[in-house]
């Protein structure tokens, strides 16, 4: 202060400035020498609050605050309150603490059901799925209630029982001829339903199934006895006896598979040589036999 002051006054003796340049300068300088701005009611009560809070937070005067860093003090001070994202203003801003504030978003509500379509047709059926294992069969259940007794049903037909049977003879004696002769009988023992025709000599199968057949002769002495028992045309077995000096009973038996209108007969063998059947008109030598044994229908 007296180093200015002694320069000032020696450049306004040199200068010759007029006294009333030299009182404006003066009162100048008195204003920059005192260095004590002028203070407001407000500022002295900003300063009194501000002196309490530092004593507060002083930790050489109170005990319970922890020594912290003086930026971390200064950034204690008071700072305008701001809106959620509103910045506050550059002198309240602390460049070691940024300011966070929540960011709040404005999520658009939407209604469902304004959006939703109409309902679209049935798809296709997809293809069976593979059949899963099967279970293991659970346990019998209970017997369930009995139920009421049911009507009478209509009568049935009466069991149908077939049989075929038929016996026959012959009394006379017959010789062979040049050509191949059917054996005609002349006594019908049994002759069931008349499947025997005795004008043909043959027996006409109305029963399908196994019948069974014997063939009963005498034979001639010192003549040949030849016959073949018939199936239709077919020639199925033999009768035969070789000329002797006495005469023997003969017979032969067998079964057959007959279907419908076959035809069962006895034919004798063409005469190239003396070939006969005795029987002496008055007793029955010749018979033929025949009888069903199981009908085709039974299986």
């Known amino acids: 202060m007296t180093d200015v002051t002694s320069c000032f006054l020696k450049m306004t003796v040199r200068g ?4 009333s340049a030299l009182c404006a300068w003066v009162v100048l300088l008195l204003l920059v ?64 603490y940024p300011q966070q504030y929540p960011q709040y978003q404005a999520v658009p509500q939407i209604n469902i059901t304004i959006l939703k ?3 679209g047709d049935s798809g296709q059926r997809g293809p069976y799925g593979k059949s899963g294992k099967s279970g293991q069969s659970g346990p019998r259940g209970p017997n369930g209630i009995k139920g009421t007794k049911g009507s009478i049903g209509t009568q049935g037909e009466p069991c149908k029982v077939q049989y075929a049977a038929f016996s026959v003879g012959r009394k006379k004696a017959i010789h062979s001829n040049d050509y191949y002769q059917t054996l005609v009988f002349d006594t019908e ?12 000599g ?62 069962v007969w ?14 002496d008109d008055f007793d029955t030598y010749i018979t033929f036999n025949g009888h069903l044994i199981k009908p085709k229908s039974e299986g």
């Open 16 to 19: 010759g400035w007029p006294p």
């Open 33 to 96: 020498v005192s260095g004590e701005p002028y203070r407001t009611p407000y500022d002295q009560e900003q300063d009194q609050n501000r002196e309490r809070t530092d004593h507060r937070t002083d930790p050489r005067t109170n005990p319970r605050v922890y020594h912290r860093d003086a930026s971390e003090v200064r950034g204690k001070d008071c700072l305008r309150c701001c809106d959620p994202g509103e910045q506050p203003p550059p002198q309240y801003a602390n460049p070691h």
């Open 117 to 119: 379509g109409e309902k």
């Open 189 to 200: 023992l049994v002759n069931l339903y008349g499947h025997f025709n005795m004008f043909t």
């Open 202 to 263: 043959k027996f006409y199968c109305y029963v399908p199934g196994i019948y069974y057949f014997s063939l009963n002769v005498h034979t001639w002495n010192q003549k040949e006895t030849y016959v073949h028992v018939m199936h239709n045309e077919r020639e199925v077995v033999i009768l035969y006896a070789q000329p002797s000096d006495r005469s023997i009973m003969q017979s032969q038996s067998l079964m057959l598979q007959l279907e419908r209108d076959d035809q």
């Open 266 to 279: 006895v034919r004798l063998f063409k005469g190239e040589r003396e070939n006969a059947i005795f029987s």
